[in-house]
């Protein structure tokens, strides 16, 4: 049965923040008996990144504890919060690590770990919605619950799961940063989810913006283009149209703008113009 209400106050204590002392707790583990968190949604880890948090730890040392887990029987730990630093204090040659060690199981090891990456360090899109994706079906969370957890809103967690809908060329196209979430969002609006391929090739050889996709998506599922609304024009230029017309007898149209206009005069005959020159001269 799935466990209700959301990590509050434990997720404090598990994962402390920087004003908080960190002596109380602590334990030093050698970092050879830490093995990562298998419940882990990060699947790839910045190396630039990795070799700049280790130059600090070089200086600095590990200012922020690993939270570590243990089970009966097995003398190893296993990581609940802070891989980057645990990974960071091998490339640094540290053989011990500041942490401390609670007892959790499955279910808040992988809510841990996704606070952390959310709160911390953020996951790509794909990898928030498998880690999601774990929480409904392995322990069979609803969006609302699962929400609650991460904090966010329904719709986001409900948005975020469909790009697993996307095709696995579309999938690494994401992964790989040649698209955005935006793009993938529109191509998960084609109707029919086999042209997504062939839409991305489209997509990418003419570098389209995320509005244009939007667009080519629109056209490829044979939906009209929206029709422009013409702009309803200011009432005084009216009022000034029908003030002419009156004076002048015959149709006139103002163009009116920030920096001047255009005033055109329609006449239908050599009379008219006749007669609209000699009241405009007249008047002159």
Known sequence: MARKGGL????GALIPGDEEPLENGLTQVAVERISPNPSQPR?????????SLAESIRVHGVLQPLVLTSYP???NYTLIAGERRWRAAQMAGLSFVPAIIRPVGEQERLEIALVENIQRTNLGPLELAEAYHRLQDEF???HEDIAARMGKSRPTITNTLRLLDLSDEVKQALRD???????????LGLNHPQAQPSTLETVLKLEM????TEELVRMLNGERPPRRVKAERPAEISAIEDRLRGYLGTRVALHHGKKGGSLTIYYFSDEELEALMSRIVKEG
Do not use: M, Y
Request: avoid cysteine.
């Open 8 to 11: 509050g106050k434990g997720l």
């Open 43 to 51: 699947t790839e880890f910045d190396s630039a990144e990795l070799e």
């Open 73 to 75: 029987g097995n003398e």
């Open 140 to 142: 069979g969370l609803p």
């Open 177 to 187: 940063g040649k698209i955005s979430e935006g793009h993938a969002r529109a191509l």
């Open 209 to 212: 913006s995320v509005r244009r």
